[in-house]
């Protein structure tokens, strides 16, 4: 297929990047040899011919073979009828022979209704090559064939040739480098885009813009320098063609001056900003902090695009967000690919992590590569009881002074149970530490031996987002102090503060207690004077609870003396 193109220029009158159309008529020929297509059935009706290149035909009482036979007898007058083409056909051409007949050629827009174009009278029993034009005006898009003789036509090969139109579009501009931060006294910024356009851009974040008399307003050039007194710019930029008028999208960039205050130390490590803005590769590690963002997409060793969920890559990490973020190289063989990757750690996404590795350039964007050190914790506000609550997706460490918690119930009691010195993985704790500090608790990729049965019977659930939580049959209660009194409360978010099993919405990480709704009170209180593991429920939500003599709540009370509604009753055998 050959293809010979021709641009006509239309301009909606306008401005501010009104809409301009400029199509290129290109011109496409499809040439056809009938001895390279199979054989078709004599004298079949309708019968269909793929030849290639958009061209399908349908015989009637032909013969398709190592020719095109048409044949124009008293018994057969064959015809030749095409599908249309994209455009209208300009000529068409025909090596034939075998008798000296006409070959009549017809045009159609809608292949229903036929003018003849023109009779090509074969003038040798030879094969000869005979060309006619089409007109173009009359927008032709289909073509039949007969032969008016006595006898038949047969074609060897033809072509045809038609217009196609097609709109011509003008590339976007190409910053580079792309947005980024920068430290230094300036940038300098080059605007590339495809050889004969020119550019026009602005700095004040304001677009390109295009009037009537073919006028661009805006700086024209291909390099732009960002200072530092600048502090952020946004440069918008479009690619225009001259001759014909026809313009870009607009493409957009911004840069950000950016001071850097840290030195990539443990105490002041690098932010993901500045790590952007220094652009340098370092020959000693540095620290870097950060939330781990997703997975990065490498195709052709690029980066092409980043994977926050069904993380199928092992071999890296993104660090910062989608705007600003670098890729972490996690070295194979090694503990830190082991740790870290997200393929076997889906829940280390979204976390606060601070890295020790090389700064450098990692499939062409910027990042760290061979990392030794890692630090991922959660750091939990132990209140002024000495309390805190944690739910967390991944594995971390108890650290010293600190004293994890899970919960069961026990007869009338719920009580607490160390967890060991590893809080597994989706596990509702209660966290004991010293009083108005932070608690820190490293992730860990060690387990906990007891985790099933802590699974199995942990009364503390909890959520990694804030949710809005439903009873379905439970009571929930959140750590609270009242009355200066710490224990477990109707959370202040249910929405009816009288009733636990009402439902309420969580926030993100902290554990709640889940009991089932028939054994609900309205509160726990944690008891520290008698029994160092017990959280002892002491008021029932309704009148007519029982309590044994010991002010203790009674689910199933046989005989005895019992408390009820404030007076002694006894239940005989």
């Not at 000869?128 to 007109?135: G, I, Q, S």
């Not at 980043?306 to 993104?318: K, Y």
């Not at 209140?383 to 600190?402: C, E, K, R």
């Not at 909890?462 to 009242?482: H, P, R, T, W």
Request: aromatic share 10%.
């Amino acid at each position: 297929m050959i293809g010979v193109m021709k641009i006509k220029l239309l301009i909606a009158l306008g401005c501010m990047l009104m809409a301009t159309s400029v199509v290129a008529e290109r011109t496409e020929t499809i040439s056809i040899a009938f001895k390279d297509f199979s054989k078709g059935t004599q004298y079949a009706e309708n019968e269909e011919h793929d030849l290639g290149g958009g061209l399908v035909i349908y015989t009637t009482l032909c013969h398709f073979t190592e020719q095109l036979r048409i044949y124009s007898s008293n018994t057969y007058n064959g015809y030749v009828i095409s599908d249309p083409l994209p455009g209208p056909i300009t000529n068409m051409s025909f090596k034939m022979g075998y008798k000296k007949d006409v070959l009549n050629v017809y045009g159609s827009t809608d292949k229903e209704n036929w003018t003849l174009v023109k009779g090509v009278e074969t003038t040798s029993t030879s094969y000869m090559r005979y060309t006619l034009d089409f007109p173009v005006e009359k927008g032709y898009t289909c073509f039949k064939l007969d032969v008016k003789g006595e006898e038949q036509i047969r074609i060897e090969s033809m072509s045809i040739t038609y217009v196609k139109e097609e709109e011509i579009v003008v590339s976007a501009p190409i910053f580079n480098p792309v947005s980024t931060s920068f430290c230094t006294d300036s940038l300098d910024v080059a605007i590339e885009v495809a050889e004969g356009y020119e550019i026009y851009y602005t700095k004040d974040g304001s677009t390109p813009s295009y009037t009537n008399n073919q006028e661009y307003n805006g700086i024209k050039g291909k390099n732009v320098t960002i200072y530092a007194a600048d502090s952020k710019v946004t440069l918008n930029a479009i690619a225009v063609d001259s001759t014909t008028g026809k313009y870009s999208d607009v493409s957009s960039a911004t840069y950000t001056y950016v001071s850097i205050v840290n030195d990539g130390s443990k105490t002041k490590p690098y932010t993901i900003e500045e790590v952007l803005a220094t652009n340098v590769s370092t020959t000693d590690r540095k620290w870097v902090k950060g939330i781990i963002y997703g997975v990065g997409i490498v195709v052709n060793d690029t980066l092409k695009s980043i994977a926050t969920s069904d993380f199928t890559v092992n071999s890296n990490f993104v660090m910062g967000d989608e705007n600003a973020h670098i890729l972490v190289e996690l070295p194979i063989d090694d503990n830190i690919r082991s740790d870290l990757n997200l393929k076997n750690h889906p829940y280390l996404s979204g976390k606060e992590i601070l890295i020790y590795g090389y700064l450098d350039t990692y499939y062409r964007v910027r990042g760290i590569k061979d990392p030794s050190q890692y630090k991922i914790t959660y750091n939990v506000p132990i209140n002024s009881y000495g309390y805190a609550t944690l739910y967390s997706n991944m594995p971390v460490s108890v650290p010293d002074a600190t004293t994890a918690y899970y919960c069961t119930i026990e007869g009338n009691y719920a009580e607490l149970l160390p967890v060991g010195s590893i809080i597994p993985s989706n596990t509702g704790v209660i966290i004991e530490s010293v009083p108005n500090t932070i608690c820190t608790l490293p992730y860990t990729t060690k387990s906990n031996t007891n985790e099933e049965s802590i699974s199995n019977e942990n009364l503390l659930v909890g959520f990694l987002q804030d949710s809005i939580v439903k009873a379905n049959g439970y009571a929930y209660y959140a750590l609270n102090v009242k009355d200066n009194k710490l224990g477990f409360y109707i959370p202040q978010t249910a929405t009816d503060k009288t009733d636990a099993a009402a439902g309420f919405t969580a926030k993100a990480n902290k554990s709640y207690l889940q009991v089932p709704v028939e054994r609900k009170v309205k509160m726990f209180v944690i008891n520290r004077e008698n029994d160092e593991s017990a959280i002892i429920p002491i008021t029932h939500m309704y009148d007519d609870v029982i309590y044994d003599l010991q002010g203790r709540a009674v689910y199933a009370p046989t005989f005895g003396i019992y408390v009820k509604n404030g007076k002694k009753v006894v239940i005989k055998k």
